[in-house]
């Protein structure tokens, strides 16, 4: 959704040139990850304590490795925009500032791709 | 340069806390100790995929002292950012600005924060039966 002026749009005003985009993405992950999250609770309060088998049972039992994977790239999305915001706000150097987003971003899409890649093979074994 | 004497704004040493303003700078901690969780996360799933020993190291790590305090905290946090989330998602279609409004949301979500995280724990311990 394109929420800026033509005019913004053609200055690239805003904190990282594209604020309102930004800001949009933040509402649109907030909002699934309420319904992802208090799934997500629910899972982990029956999971205290469990062993591997009954781990690799609960991901792999119908709409739960859909649900994982969702709430995982949900939550790291939502996670580095996020932090992105904080870094900005805080850190002065520009350089300093550009490296901690690019690896906030790095870390985001490994460790979610990676969490990601670990549900589908323990959904489907191998 | 004749500003540089000048006193900051907002001069927060002498600034009196108030909810709104504690409540907003709580949703920035507490965002950027979940986004550490969510790496927590990860670990979690990843660690099953490395066979049933790193799998229980995750699980005993997670279930130590430590490992419950960190959770216990990250429990508190989820609950408040969701609780808040949700206040700040209302804000965003412009309903619940008036201030005897936000101070009654802002409790609102303490209230929310605190109860939903006993009933979780409780919950988790009646499952895990104490262990």
Redesign the interface.
Same mark, same amino acid.
């Given at each position: 959704m394109e929420m800026r002026s033509p005019l913004g749009r053609v200055r690239g005003l805003g904190s990282t040139n594209n604020g309102s985009g930004h800001w949009w993405l933040q509402?649109i992950t907030?909002?699934a990850?309420?319904p992802l999250?208090?799934w997500f609770?629910f899972a %982990?309060?029956?999971l +205290?304590? %469990?062993?591997? +088998?009954q781990?690799?049972t609960w991901?792999g039992t119908s709409g739960n490795p859909v649900l994982?994977s969702l709430l995982?790239f949900t939550?790291?999305h939502h !996670?580095?925009l !996020?932090?992105q915001v904080?870094i900005e706000d805080y850190v002065q150097s520009e350089l300093t500032k550009l490296g901690l987003i690019i690896a906030i971003k790095f870390?985001?899409i490994i460790?979610?791709g990676?969490?990601i890649f +670990?549900?589908m093979?323990?959904t489907f074994g191998g | 340069m004749a500003s540089r004497n000048r006193p900051l704004s907002p001069h927060l040493q002498v600034y009196k806390p108030q909810l709104t303003s504690v409540l907003s700078i709580t949703h920035?901690m507490t965002?950027?100790a =979940?986004?550490f969780g969510?790496?927590l996360?990860?670990n979690w799933?990843?660690s099953?995929?490395y /066979?049933?020993d790193a799998? $229980?190291l995750a699980?005993g790590l997670l #279930?130590s002292w430590f490992g419950r305090l960190v959770l216990f905290g990250m429990?508190l946090a *989820?609950f408040f950012h =969701?609780g808040n /989330?949700?206040r700040? *998602?209302a804000w965003?279609i412009g309903k619940g600005f008036e201030l005897p409004q936000v101070r009654t949301s802002g409790y609102l979500v303490l209230a929310f924060t605190v109860i939903m995280t006993v009933i979780?724990w409780i $919950?988790?311990?009646s499952?895990? #039966?104490g262990?």
């Open positions: 509402r907030g909002i990850l309420v999250v208090i609770v %982990a309060i029956n +205290a304590g %469990a062993d591997l +088998a781990f690799k991901v994982l995982i939550m790291f !996670g580095q !996020g932090l904080v870390s985001a460790f979610g990676y969490s +670990a549900v093979r323990l | 920035r965002g950027v =979940l986004a969510a790496f996360l990860a799933v990843i099953a995929t /066979g049933a799998f $229980a699980q #279930g429990t *989820l =969701l /989330g949700i700040h *998602l965003d979780t $919950a988790a311990y499952v895990a #039966g262990s």
